[in-house]
C-alpha cells in the first residue's frame, strides 16, 4: 500500500512539519538581529540629540512596531524652547 501511495499519495505530516518549523526559526532568528540593531539605533540618535539639546530623559517618548517585514521606530521629544541671543550694536 505505501508503494502506490507513493506515486499517488501526499507527503506526510512529518516533513512538511519539519519544513515549516525550519522556515518559522529562520524567520525568528532573522528578526533577532534586527531588533538588536533597533536598539542600537535608538541609543546612537539618542546620544547625538543630546550632543545639542539639553533634554528632559522624562520628555522622551520611544516607540516601535514591527509589522510585515517592517520595523518602526518612533522617537517623540519635548525640545526645550530657547530664544536667539539679543545683540547688542
Do not use: N, W, Y
Not at 532568528?29 to 540593531?37: N, T, Y
Not at 535608538?42 to 547625538?48: C, D, T
Amino acid at each position: 500500500m505505501s508503494f502506490l501511495a507513493s506515486f499517488f499519495g501526499r507527503k506526510t505530516s512529518a516533513p512538511v512539519a519539519r519544513d515549516r518549523l525550519q522556515i518559522l526559526l529562520a524567520h525568528e532568528r532573522a528578526g533577532e538581529g534586527q531588533s538588536e540593531l533597533i536598539a542600537k539605533l535608538q541609543e546612537e540618535i539618542l546620544e547625538v540629540i543630546k550632543r545639542h539639546i539639553s533634554v528632559d530623559q522624562d520628555k522622551v517618548q520611544i516607540k516601535m512596531d514591527r509589522g510585515t517585514g517592517v520595523s518602526m521606530l518612533e522617537i517623540d521629544i519635548e525640545v526645550p524652547e530657547t530664544r536667539p541671543a539679543v545683540k547688542t550694536a
